[in-house]
T-cell receptor, first 115, second 112 residues
Framework: ETGVTQSPTHLIKTRGQQVTLRCSSQ?????VSWYQQALGQGPQFIFQ???????GRGNFPPRFSGLQFPNYSSELNVNALELDDSALYLC??????????????FGPGTRLTVT | GNSVTQMEGPVTLSEEAFLTINCTYT??????LFWYVQYPGEGLQLLLK?????DKGSNKGFEATYRKETTSFHLEKGSVQVSDSAVYFC???????????FGDGTTLTVKP
């Protein structure tokens, strides 16, 4: 069984640029969540994708957007990068059925540095 | 809104010492509660969970009990090892674990 994978591992961008981060969900999972983890803080929920549609968003501006593909992999796009966007971006996959989703599984993260 | 407060770190213990990391929460309804562990350079791993009041989650010698009356979910281990050195995060969610709220983490260092 393949776990959650993310690419790239590290990325350096300049303020104002755009970035795309990628995530492959764990086998059997149909839902992907994205989190931002600033240095020394806990992860903050950005948004979740289920069946290729956004299924909830945290307190992040519209320049944070995403996609989910038919194979349940996902992308996180950030436009007009700001210095405060520097963080570890974590992807987590889970399985949603008609009931409760009790567990999510995290990838290793992508470290984004904005200069 | 929902929030999680963890005891401030870092915490430094000697091997075989008793560990407690405090976690309290604010939420509406009956959230599910989690402890995650993050080893250096890695993503988060689910350590244990509890989904209703008075449930005890346990894994790898770690335990935490869901206390609704005190809105707490403290993490404990009777005898820590050097390999337990990591950052520990308390988190909560509603019926969708993929939309979790996390605390700021507590760094544990265990010295031989």
């Amino acid at each position: 069984e393949t776990g959650v994978t993310q690419s790239p591992t590290h990325l350096i961008k300049t303020r104002g640029q755009q970035v795309t981060l990628r995530c492959s969900s764990q086998s059997g999972h149909n839902t992907v969540s994205w989190y931002q983890q600033a240095l020394g803080q806990g992860p903050q929920f950005i948004f979740q994708y289920y069946r290729e549609e956004e299924n909830g968003r945290g307190n992040f501006p519209p320049r944070f957007s995403g996609l989910q593909f038919p194979n349940y992999s996902s992308e996180l796009n950030v436009n007009a990068l700001e210095l405060d966007d520097s963080a570890l971006y974590l992807c987590a996959s889970s399985h949603q059925g008609t009931g409760v989703t009790y567990e999510q599984y995290f990838g290793p993260g992508t470290r984004l540095t904005v200069t | 809104g929902n929030s999680v407060t963890q005891m401030e770190g870092p915490v430094t213990l000697s091997e075989e010492a008793f560990l407690t990391i405090n976690c309290t929460y604010t939420a509406t309804g009956y959230p599910s509660l989690f402890w995650y562990v993050q080893y250096p350079g890695e993503g988060l791993q689910l350590l244990l969970k509890a989904t209703k009041a008075d449930d005890k989650g346990s894994n790898k010698g770690f335990e935490a009990t869901y206390r609704k009356e005190t809105t707490s979910f403290h993490l404990e281990k009777g005898s820590v090892q050097v390999s337990d050195s990591a950052v520990y995060f308390c988190a909560l969610s509603g019926t969708n674990a993929g939309k979790s709220t996390f605390g700021d983490g507590t760094t544990l260092t265990v010295k031989p």
